[in-house]
């Protein structure tokens, strides 16, 4: 009888436990094990790049919270040493010994959920003068919107849906394109598809300005206009677009006439929602609503917001990197956002404020210069050429610094002042 009466309770567990291990999660795990988020994988520690410190970098875990670093002389984890935590992807340690090769490790976290150590990579800290001129650190995010590698991967996925546009054909980066320096490969010369017909509203004639290209003129069923202008092709800009590569050291004043200021205001409640350094996410504000870079006629942040909840991530793009592919993982909007920001709502001031933190991890800081200002190569014999033709044509007078810009306003006669106004624009002076 005893043994008939375990045989019925064995019976009657079975089903319980593969309830439970089917569709609870898994328990929370500490040490070097974890069964919850994934090792990061494309971990890649500098090689020389910098004398003064290491840069890691490494793919965005879906669901981790934050990554912890290790470092060690020798190719073994085990015996790593913590460098420390972020929630940002990249990690620069300032500590490494100048010619010294280490092996660098990433781990995911959330809370005491750990991943995995991730494969090593090497990294080299270079001898040089440990940047005797200031080199750039990362830019700063303001407080209120605080760097993740979470928001930044949100970012990324915006910045290339072209599903931010009213016709669904165009995306930030059709403009601010990577590969062509961070703006427009399409703003050629006397090409007619980036050919605005200027102040006097004629084409083929000298004040013509050849610009970025946007959208046909469109209505907010799908239809499509004919333009007086344009006709049934694409409008295009009154100015060419600006790179987004370093934009946000800019951050108290972004468009060539700065009108994109520090102050973050909420577009559908007018509420400030961040005081200062935010001029990359009042930037973001105004080419989605503008009928000839990416909407229609009236079109509002709250018709965008409405969108984007209901689009599948990057639906329309013919590839998408593996990290990021890996990451979205088949979610919705909604579900991102809940990941980024802690709930799911999908507000025109969280899509700017994704947008933003992307754009703040695309900043140049190992070019050429870089390594030559810190004495770790030196420029060849045709650059340093063109560094005393610059020097000579005092282009250096503005473009000087690591930046090369002083990120200040200037008339430099490109256009008579009567056709653009430029700064005059937003100041009255």
């Known amino acids: 009888m005893q043994r008939i009466k375990i045989f019925v309770i064995c019976l009657f567990l079975l089903p319980v436990m593969f309830f439970y291990n089917k569709f609870l999660?898994?328990?929370?795990v500490s040490g070097q094990g974890g069964t919850s988020l994934s090792a990061p994988?494309?971990?890649?520690?500098?090689?020389?790049?910098?004398?003064?410190?290491?840069?890691?970098?490494w793919d965005t875990i879906r669901g981790a919270t934050a990554?912890?670093?290790?470092?060690?002389?020798?190719?073994d984890g085990a015996t790593a040493e913590s460098l420390g935590t972020t929630a940002a992807g990249a990690f620069f340690d300032a500590t490494a010994v100048a010619g010294q090769t280490y092996f660098y490790?990433?781990?995911?976290?959330?809370?005491?959920?750990?991943?995995?150590?991730?494969?090593?990579?090497?990294?080299?800290?270079?001898?040089?003068n440990n940047g005797a001129q200031a080199l750039n650190p990362p830019p700063?995010?303001?407080?209120?919107?605080?760097?993740?590698?979470?928001?930044?991967?949100?970012?990324?996925?915006?910045?290339?849906?072209?599903?931010l546009s009213s016709t669904r054909t165009v995306s930030c980066g059709t403009c601010h394109f990577a590969g062509n320096g961070g703006s427009d490969a399409r703003s050629v010369g006397n090409d007619a598809r980036a050919m605005n017909p200027g102040f006097d509203g004629?084409?083929?004639?000298?004040?013509?300005?050849?610009?970025?290209?946007?959208?046909?003129?469109?209505?907010?069923?799908?239809?499509?206009?004919?333009?007086?202008?344009?006709?049934?092709?694409?409008?295009?800009?009154?100015?060419?677009?600006?790179?987004?590569?370093?934009?946000a050291y800019a951050n108290n004043a972004l468009f060539w006439d700065g009108r994109a200021t520090g102050t973050f205001t909420d577009p559908v409640s007018g509420t400030v929602i961040l005081q200062n350094g935010a001029a990359l996410e009042s930037q973001i504000?105004?080419?989605?609503?503008?009928?000839?870079?990416?909407?229609?006629?009236?079109?509002?942040?709250?018709?965008?917001?409405?969108?984007?909840?209901?689009?599948?991530?990057?639906?329309?793009?013919?590839?998408?990197?593996m990290a990021l592919n890996e990451w979205i993982s088949g979610r919705g909007y909604p579900e991102l956002f809940q990941e980024s920001f802690g709930t799911s709502e999908v507000t025109p001031a969280r899509i700017a404020m994704a947008i933003a933190t992307f754009e703040r991890t695309v900043y140049s800081d190992r070019t050429p210069f870089d390594a030559a200002v810190s004495g770790i190569t030196a420029l060849t014999a045709q650059e340093?050429?063109?560094?005393?033709?610059?020097?000579?044509?005092?282009?250096?007078?503005?473009?000087?610094?690591?930046?090369?810009?002083?990120?200040?306003?200037?008339?430099?006669?490109?256009?008579?002042?009567?056709?653009?106004?430029?700064?005059?624009?937003v100041t009255g002076n």
């Open 202 to 247: 004629v084409f083929n004639s000298a004040d013509d300005v050849f610009a970025s290209p946007g959208v046909m003129s469109n209505n907010a069923d799908g239809t499509y206009n004919w333009s007086p202008v344009y006709g049934f092709k694409e409008q295009v800009t009154g100015r060419k677009s600006k790179s987004y590569i370093d934009a």
């Open 285 to 321: 504000l105004e080419p989605p609503v503008s009928s000839t870079e990416m909407a229609h006629g009236g079109r509002n942040w709250l018709d965008i917001a409405s969108r984007i909840s209901v689009s599948k991530p990057m639906a329309l793009s013919p590839t998408v990197p």
């Open 41 to 57: 994988t494309g971990v890649s520690a500098s090689d020389g790049s910098y004398s003064a410190k290491v840069g890691v970098t």
């Open 105 to 128: 490790w990433v781990r995911a976290e959330n809370g005491s959920t750990l991943s995995n150590l991730s494969q090593a990579d090497t990294g080299l800290r270079a001898v040089g």
């Open 67 to 75: 990554y912890r670093i290790f470092r060690n002389p020798t190719n």
């Open 140 to 163: 700063p995010a303001p407080p209120g919107n605080p760097l993740t590698a979470t928001k930044a991967y949100l970012g990324k996925t915006l910045f290339w849906d072209e599903q």
């Open 384 to 425: 340093q050429r063109g560094v005393g033709v610059f020097n000579q044509a005092q282009c250096n007078a503005c473009h000087s610094g690591a930046l090369l810009s002083d990120n200040q306003f200037h008339y430099i006669g490109v256009r008579p002042t009567n056709e653009d106004t430029g700064r005059f624009q």
């Open 25 to 28: 999660p898994s328990s929370i």
